[in-house]
């Protein structure tokens, strides 16, 4: 696999994962899937490109929540936040569920989209 295409599938990945975050899992799946379609290379790959571009997505789309951008974030991340918060711990502690659940979506996706590239 080329490393440009590697980058480029994690970028790609992570817009469309961000932009896509209003929807609670679907959005880090497509965008894991996108990761994994672009990156090309076997299953291995696409879900390295889907789990970095979940990672990139969910720290674009944590800061948004920090920054004070609500209706640009997911509800899902939002109530994932709100969680963390009444657990006694600040806001910014969010940033690490929000980067593992959108990394592992997108891991799953970025999977099933290098397979079916592949195959």
Known sequence: MATKNFWLAVIVGAIV????????LIGPLIGGFVAGLIARGNTKNGAKAGFAAGIIGGLLTATILIVGFPGLSGVFNRALAEIVVRAGFDIKISII???LYHGLLGLMG????AALVKG
């Open 17 to 24: 994962m961000f932009l896509l975050s209003f929807l609670p």
């Open 97 to 99: 569920p929000i980067c």
């Open 110 to 113: 970025g999977a099933v989209g």
